[in-house]
């Protein structure tokens, strides 16, 4: 049995079918100003309990935005005509090394889905050039089989993102019209095969906005509960991004308030109070300085969503991809080339971000506020003989 069953039987019920379940949904009813109060405060107290008065930082580094799914809603989408590129692993540790100068010591690799463009080795490539020096490593890349997913954990890779994007399967279909991300159960089953390949970190998530946000973090909530009855020994995180612009045409049809946002951080906080929480520059400042002593655990600093994007790496291999072919700039679409001022590289990143402020902004405020920044809370020598007194290895 996986998790495909629960949500099959959670469809067919069409409501909360346990205890806790049946708690988290009246969590995400509709609130009173004053019962969102209470509940954001019983939230940063579950939260210091335990989690102390700590927050994580992490950075993203995007390895290439080439993919060969249709999705409707992301700007790395295959029809899109965007200008992509892909880092070599060098420029993969170039941009890694701008970031722990910044005091990350906590990055996850992402890339678009392409077999032609990140395969044959690569990720794993990348992995293991950083690995010596960054001790936290994830990827949030394209769904893979057990065997490929062994590979990474023995590159040096010890978190897996992967995020469903909506569970609810009418939505999913007509927002994924082709490539292998059309596969709902194929990809709600990923973070079973990554468990079962040894990753140690699993996140999983909504994309908030692709249909109506109460049904996507009940389902959200019940595939969390599955994970920690049943794949008990990795710790998980959760996180809700809400919908940012990006290229192509997305109308977008379902909303989520701010406050209605904090009360479904606060209600997975509540009922699962030792589940990480991520927090990304998707959401705005003032929002983000609200929530981080409430709800999260893990949060984003200083961002670019685009390959190459804190230093510039790749921007002379810039060009269009079309049917999977790569095609090189002509003189329009060099111009769009020459007049991007937004960003290091002139490729084109998944979304906009919302929160620009620095790294070391970001930390100074959380010192300001009584919270600590932690930049690294991990290391494999932890898991050595001589770190451990009551290991059987010789």
Not at 190 to 204: H, L, N, Q, S, V
Not at 239 to 246: E, H, I, K
Not at 271 to 276: I, K, L, N, R, S
Not at 354 to 378: M, Y
Request: hydrophobic letters at 35%.
């Amino acid at each position: 049995m996986s998790f495909v069953d629960c949500i099959n039987q959670l469809d067919e019920q069409g409501g909360p079918n346990t205890p806790l379940l049946q708690k988290f949904w009246s969590l995400l009813s509709p609130k009173t100003p004053a019962e969102l109060e209470a509940i954001a405060q019983q939230s940063q107290t579950l939260t210091r309990q335990n989690f102390g008065r700590t927050l994580r930082l992490f950075a993203p580094i995007y390895l290439s935005n080439e993919c060969v799914n249709n999705c409707a809603y992301c700007g790395f989408s295959r029809d899109n005509a965007i200008l992509r590129t892909t880092l070599t692993v060098a420029q993969v540790v170039a941009e890694a090394k701008h970031l722990q100068g910044q005091g990350f010591r906590n990055l996850l690799l992402v890339a678009g889905e392409h077999p032609k463009f990140v395969s044959n080795g690569y990720l794993e490539e990348c992995l293991e050039a950083l690995r010596e020096e960054v001790p936290t490593l994830g990827i949030e890349v394209g769904p893979m089989e057990r065997p490929e997913y062994e590979r990474m954990v023995d590159s040096g890779c010890e978190g897996l993102i992967v995020y469903q994007e909506t569970y609810d399967r009418v939505a999913y279909q007509k927002y994924h019209t082709a490539g292998p991300k059309k596969n709902f159960d194929w990809r709600l089953e990923c973070p079973e095969r990554g468990y079962d390949a040894g990753f140690r970190r699993i996140g999983i998530g909504a994309l908030i906005g692709l249909t109506d946000w109460r049904y996507d973090c009940l389902r959200l909530a019940a595939h969390l509960e599955y994970l920690y009855r049943t794949c008990w020994k990795a710790s998980f995180s959760i996180a809700l991004p809400r919908l940012r612009d990006a290229a192509g045409d997305f109308a977008q049809e379902h909303t989520l308030t701010d406050a209605e946002f904090v009360q479904a951080l606060c209600a997975f906080r509540i009922c699962f109070p030792q589940v990480g929480i991520i927090l990304s520059t998707r959401e705005p400042e003032p929002l983000r300085n609200a929530l981080f002593p409430l709800a999260p655990t893990m949060i984003s600093a200083g961002s670019q969503t685009e390959p190459g994007g804190y230093t510039g790496q790749a921007a002379d291999d810039v060009h269009l991809t079309v049917r999977g072919r790569r095609v090189e700039l002509d003189d329009e679409t060099e111009a769009i080339r020459d007049c991007s001022q937004s960003c290091a590289t002139p490729a084109t990143g998944q979304f906009s971000i919302s929160d620009d402020r620095t790294p070391s902004e970001i930390a100074r405020h959380l010192q300001k506020i009584g919270l600590e920044p932690v930049w690294k809370d991990w290391d494999t020598s932890i898991l050595s003989p001589q770190a451990n007194p009551l290991s059987l290895t010789p």
